[in-house]
Each structure stands twice: as C-alpha cells, then as structure tokens.
C-alpha cells in the first residue's frame, strides 16, 4: 500500500492551495479518506476525512476554509484549502484507514510542507 501527497508549498496568508494524494489501488476503497498535518512541535492532527458514505468532518480550525473531496474511482484524495493562516504551516500526511471489525489500520502518505507566511 501506498500513498503519495503532493501540492504543499508556499503561500502568503490569505491565499490558496490544493493537495492531491494518489494512493495504489483500492487502497481507499469502502474506507476513511482523510487529511491530517503535523506542525513544528506539534502532534499530528486530524484536518479532514471522508467516509466511505460521502460524510465529512472538519476539525474547527479548518471549517469553512478546507474542503476534502475523494474519488475512489481514482484512488485518489484531495483538500482545497483556502484563506490560508500561518497556523496552517505543517506537513499534512494523507490517510487511509481501514476499518475491519474491531480493528483500525491507518495507511500514510509521505507527507507534503505547506508554509503560510503572514
């Protein structure tokens, strides 16, 4: 299983940026899509996910700014951020999770810097 992010860059505070994480096939499949970012010092967080149902759910620090599409068909994941914040620099990692009864097993992109700059 793989899965590759790419997008992240610099931006100045205000502007936009959209991530793309491709994964190998059906990694995605019938599971959790999501976002998550890493700032400096920091523990990773959740940004965004999407159920296989199509539900989202946004952490508040990105709702109303980031938007989290999925395109199983695609096996790909993509967050629109917009209205960017310097506490959005970080590394945002791409997920998925698969869920198997009782047991979760989470999949990780690389990793991809997003610098905001004020």
């Known amino acids: 299983v793989q899965l590759q992010a790419s997008g992240g860059g610099l931006v100045q505070a205000g502007g936009s940026l959209k991530l793309s994480c491709k994964g190998t096939r059906d990694v995605f499949k019938g599971n959790i899509m999501g976002w998550y970012r890493q700032a400096p010092g920091k523990e990773r967080e959740m940004v965004a996910t999407?159920?296989?149902?199509?539900?989202?759910t946004y952490s508040d620090s990105v709702t109303g700014r980031f938007t989290i599409t999925g395109d199983r068909a695609k096996d790909a994941v993509y967050l629109q951020m917009n209205r960017l914040l310097p506490e959005d620099t970080g590394v945002y990692y791409c997920n998925a999770r698969w869920v198997i009864g009782r047991n979760v097993l989470d999949h990780w992109g690389q990793g991809t810097l997003v610098t905001v700059s004020s």
């Open positions: 999407v159920a296989a149902d199509g539900t989202t």
